[in-house]
């Protein structure tokens, strides 16, 4: 449920007193992740990436070779979904884990050993850097913390309050704490390559789904069909889905999780091996992406295969599921 002040808010940002626009309350824009980033590197090769994917969880598995004769030491980096308080306050995107600056799970091993990397936090509005100022004044620096936000509110001075509001941070309403500064965070870490050898690195999150309510008339829309490679077959199985939707509307639910995969371009070649798992989760669920040759390996999985790879399309694969249940939205 929305709390009031974010109901309030969605009422001003309708009535165009705030410049963030309102989103529905039945529906969510998925955030942008991906594998890991590195500084262009010539020497190392991406042998293999082995990629699943499900609506709860993204694993990735990459073997990484050194090219060269000498060690190559690198900064490996996982960027986290950027979070734009003006547009995600007043949404209904829920993340898998809001109170925490880790917000996705991330975890990952190299060689099959746990890894800690650093987090670097940045928060900017506009293109002003507030980073140190919600430091200071111990706030989080993502505006999605709303608990700790509401806290803040209530420690800090009248004064100090209304001079945040004046910098853009805050909406100038009674009683409103959602913040409006854009944060961005990522992972990273040194990694040294033998030279000669593999390195294995596997790294594992949550997604930040997207969601929406799908009936008939927009999942045949050409444009709905193209974003996600709908086919026929995929049509006529949510077809049937909504000849079983027990509710009066026939809205079935449709999510989507979205991997960036073309930060692989800045390996030393294509990648030797290429392999995409999506579990669909119920066997009843449709789900559709944007890649040929799919093959269906079990009840509810799938499988996309590819040989020296070079990615030129970014992941966004569309989980469409029966009857009413749970969205993983405020």
């Given at each position: 449920m929305v709390a009031p002040s974010r109901k309030a808010a969605a009422l001003l940002l309708a009535a165009g007193l705030l410049s963030a626009p309102?989103?529905?309350n039945d529906s969510a824009s998925e955030l942008n992740a991906g594998g890991l980033v590195l500084v262009p590197e010539p020497g190392i090769a991406l042998a293999?990436?082995?990629?699943?994917?499900s609506r709860e969880r993204i694993d990735v598995a990459y073997v990484f070779r050194?090219?060269?004769n000498t060690p190559r030491t690198v900064r490996i980096a996982f960027p986290l979904p950027p979070i734009d308080g003006r547009l995600l306050s007043f949404s209904a995107l829920k993340l898998p884990q809001p109170e925490e600056a880790n917000f996705v799970g991330f975890t990952v091993t190299v060689d099959g050993r746990p890894v800690e990397p650093e987090l670097e936090e940045r928060a900017f509005v506009g293109e002003r850097e507030v980073t140190d100022l919600l430091r200071r004044l111990g706030m989080p620096l993502n505006p999605l913390r709303f608990t700790e936000l509401e806290t803040a509110q209530?420690?800090?001075d009248k004064a100090t309050w209304a001079e945040l509001v004046k910098a853009g941070l805050f909406p100038d309403a009674e009683g409103m704490t959602e913040g409006l500064w854009r944060s961005e965070a990522k992972f990273f870490?040194?990694?040294t390559f033998p030279p000669g050898q593999d390195v294995r690195i596997a790294h594992s999150y949550a997604p930040v789904n997207g969601f929406h309510c799908l009936d008939l008339k927009e999942a045949s829309r050409a444009g709905y069909r193209a974003t996600y490679c709908l086919d026929d077959a995929g049509l006529a199985a949510i077809r049937r889905l909504h000849a079983?939707?027990?509710s009066e509307s026939g809205h079935l639910?449709?999510?989507v999780v979205p991997y960036i995969v073309t930060t692989a371009r800045n390996w030393a070649a294509p990648i030797g091996?290429?392999?995409l798992t999506v579990d669909k989760g119920n066997p009843e669920a449709v789900v559709s992406f944007c890649r040929t040759g799919i093959r269906k390996i079990g009840p509810t999985t799938f499988r996309w295969e590819a040989q020296d790879y070079v990615p030129d399309q970014d992941l966004r694969v569309l989980f469409v599921l029966p009857g009413p249940g749970p969205t993983g939205i405020r």
């Open positions: 309102a989103r529905a293999s990436e082995d990629l699943s994917i050194n090219q060269t209530k420690r800090i870490w040194s990694q079983k939707a027990p639910r449709a999510f091996r290429f392999t």
